[in-house]
């Protein structure tokens, strides 16, 4: 029965995983560069830039979304080509499977099982129980793994990981090497080893393939990240937060369930018999991310490799507390807290990803312009055309367009002729000159648009697609008592907004009439081109 439930608790990491990406299935902006690499290093693979002939130069730019939309610095590819080739045979065995599913679900089930092999290795320093505990606190949380094996290796995984992906793990290694240090569990000379094998194996990966794939000689990505956003300090032009966001907001989102850094982590500091643990857990972590605070610019991603060691110490008291039940009244009281927040968090992580479904109304648009063209066709055949022309504006790219949900472009407009089949083509221009240019409008057919006053020309808004604007609390004499419509909740793509609208309907009978009420507010439109305004070809157009 012990090994059931331990089996069952540690399933529940890669289910809830699986289940947050099938209900919301979309990526936003931060995902951007690594998501579409990876669709074209899948769809197309590197030839064309490790050795590219005269008919591969022509095809680069329609082939390789970085080369026209570089971003303000380059990124490394190494993580791209990995998920790329992890993914590779599913897409070949299954070739109509959803590729961006596919993707993020290998993604998803590796950081399930890098989990899975940090609960391990917590397991046998602090027992099966803290493990179980660890995995339910959180409810759905996710991190990576901390050090626990060993600080050489340590040192060396996170150093080339930093070389590689991040280099702000530059100040997390610091203080955990010093502790390290303070602790005498290493050296000097074995820390500074340790780090120039790590910066080594990081550099050996990072230069040859992103020199080779962004096409510049000698390119190390994050290096040019570090100077543009630390040293220029141009991060800044992103946002900027006060120096208390990581603690007053970002870890208590984090952690979700508030009973980890209200009761748990005090506690596990404030008891002798596992402060010990719980200072070599939290203290390098929290000393990291006071640090960072010092940066302007704040997001709950740069600290989220915390996480997981501040879980354990949570643990660790949860699981003092848990076996000390039968002593006093107070740690029956505590427990039974610890279990009702654990439910209370699933309960609201099911909430959260119902209504983290409606942030992606780019993607919902981009698919609804994919059903409205057939039909379009079928309706009116004297409109049938070779190649239909969409123009996707900043907003609708930043909530959920990747070149996964666009439908691949034939090579020449004679091969859709001769096969019969519709052509698409995809235009994601930001140069303010070109928006403005009344010329540059005439060579779409449609348009996703967050302000239609932008789109010059006459325009037709066939759809609208809503985005979460927030919640607010319904009384029971407001003329407008439910924020999303019976109709709303009935149409073919709204399952996750037939559930709100059911949770509303419910809720005002239990409540008296009052509810809690999820508001949207129009966010892309679907504009059609009117059919006395006939598209034209821009000027060296895509055939």
């Known amino acids: 029965m012990r ?10 990491i890669p289910v809830t995983i699986l289940l947050h990406l099938i209900y919301a299935p979309y990526t936003k902006v931060e995902e951007s560069f690594n998501i579409q690499a990876t669709h074209d290093i899948l769809n197309h693979g590197v030839r064309d830039l490790v050795s590219p002939t005269e008919a591969g130069e022509l095809r680069l730019k329609d082939h390789y979304d970085h080369l026209t939309f570089t971003g303000p610095v380059p990124r490394t590819f190494v993580g791209a080509l990995a998920l790329a080739g992890a993914s590779w045979p599913l897409t070949k065995i299954f070739e109509d499977v959803n590729q961006q599913l596919v993707v993020r679900a290998v993604l998803g089930l590796w950081n399930a099982l890098c989990l899975l092999y940090y609960g391990n290795r917590v397991g046998r320093a602090f027992g099966r129980v803290t493990v179980a505990l660890g995995q339910l606190l959180p409810a759905t949380q996710a991190g990576s793994t ?6 050489q290796r340590f040192i060396i995984i996170l150093t080339a990981t930093g070389v590689v992906f991040r280099s702000e793990l530059a ?14 569990r290493m050296t000097v000379v074995s820390a500074i080893t340790s780090g120039c094998i790590g910066a080594a194996v990081g550099l050996a ?24 956003n630390i040293l220029q300090s141009q991060s800044s032009n992103w946002g900027t937060s006060p120096w208390h966001f990581y603690f007053s907001s970002a870890l208590p989102r984090l952690l979700y369930n508030p009973l980890i850094y209200i009761l748990c982590l005090f506690i596990a500091f404030a008891e002798p018999a596992i402060r010990r643990q719980a200072v070599n857990l939290v203290l390098p972590n929290i000393a990291y991310v006071t640090l960072y605070s010092a940066q302007p610019h704040k997001e709950w991603r740069f600290i989220i490799y915390i996480i997981p060691s501040l879980l354990t110490a949570a643990a660790l008291s949860a699981h003092w507390i848990w076996i ?9 009281i505590l427990s039974l807290a610890l279990v009702a927040s654990i439910i209370g968090s699933f309960a609201a992580s099911g909430v959260m990803l119902a209504i983290s479904r409606l942030n992606y109304p780019g993607a919902h648009a981009l698919n609804r312009i994919h059903e409205l063209v057939p039909l379009h066709q079928a309706q009116h055949p004297d409109e049938r055309v070779d190649a239909v022309r969409v123009h996707m504006d900043t907003l609708s790219c930043m909530t959920g367009v990747t070149r996964f949900l666009q439908h691949p472009a034939p090579d020449s407009l004679p091969d859709v002729r001769r096969n019969r089949t519709l052509a698409w083509i995809y235009d994601k221009t930001e140069d303010e000159s070109k928006l403005l240019d009344p010329l540059f409008w005439q060579q779409f057919d449609w348009v996703l648009a967050e302000r239609v ?7 037709e808004v066939v759809d609208t697609v809503d985005a979460y ?30 559930l709100l609208w059911l949770a509303d309907v419910w809720g005002r009978k239990l409540s008296g009439g009052r509810s809690v009420g999820v508001k949207l507010e129009p966010s892309i439109r679907v504009l059609k081109r009117q059919r006395d305004a006939a598209p034209v070809m821009a000027m060296g157009g895509d055939w």
């Open 171 to 184: 100040l997390l290694l610091m203080h955990h090497t010093l502790f390290c240090l303070a602790d005498r």
């Open 453 to 459: 006053e932008r789109v010059i020309g006459k325009w």
């Open 3 to 12: 090994r059931l439930v331990d089996a069952a608790i540690a399933a529940s």
């Open 469 to 498: 604007a927030g919640v607010r609390i319904i009384n029971p004499d407001d003329k407008d008592h439910t924020t999303i419509s019976d109709d709303e909740a009935k149409e073919r793509e709204n399952a996750w907004r037939k």
């Open 146 to 151: 901390p050090r626990r094996s060993g600080p």
């Open 205 to 228: 990966l990072t230069v040859p393939i992103d020199s080779i794939l962004w096409r510049r000689f000698p390119l190390w990505p994050e290096l040019s990240a570090f100077s543009y």
């Open 324 to 332: 000390r039940q039968s002593k006093a009244l107070v740690y029956r």
